[in-house]
């Protein structure tokens, strides 16, 4: 059995595991890479959510999944831009990654409340997952501002 297989089995055996969302990353980075592997993971388990890096060819790859039907969730979002793109791409979920921006003195969860009230205003059904937690008073903050 190959590494790769040792991770789609452990995913599998997460999912009997635990219920709700599950994500599974893609680690390719070009569109085509992104679309095989994502596929490949979504039929694990209708519990795989497919984790996809907030770059040009991952924004193609949510739209396509979206189309698709495969739910997805941006990760690496930096920026209420980025989590706009993801958004309009049809992103199941976006991940702001709260505690690298405060790690370089960035107020994150001033992202997190800029995210929620961009999706509010135009009704976006995308749920804001806050991503880099550094202590537990994030996520109380997090949940106070609004993310899911």
């Known amino acids: 059995m190959t590494g790769k297989d040792n ?18 990353e893609v680690i390719a980075t070009t569109f085509d890479e992104i679309v095989k592997e994502g596929e490949e993971l979504a ?4 519990q795989i959510i497919v984790k996809v890096p907030m770059i040009k060819e991952g924004i193609k790859a949510i739209k396509y999944f979206s189309d698709k039907g495969i739910k997805t969730n941006c990760t690496l979002v930096f920026s209420a831009g980025q989590a706009l793109l993801a958004a309009k791409a049809g992103a199941t979920y976006v991940s702001p990654f709260l505690g690298r921006l405060d790690d370089i003195s960035t107020d994150g969860l001033n992202l997190i409340a800029e995210i929620r009230l961009i999706y509010d205003n135009y009704g976006f059904d995308t749920e ?11 996520v109380i903050d997090c949940a106070k501002i609004g993310a899911d």
Not at 7 to 24: F, M, N, P, Q, R
Not at 131 to 136: E, G, L
């Open 43 to 46: 039929k694990l388990h209708d």
């Open 128 to 138: 804001i997952l806050a991503a880099s937690i550094r202590h537990t008073m994030h």
């Open 7 to 24: 991770i789609l089995e452990h995913y599998k055996k997460i999912c009997e595991i635990v219920t709700g969302d599950v994500s599974a």
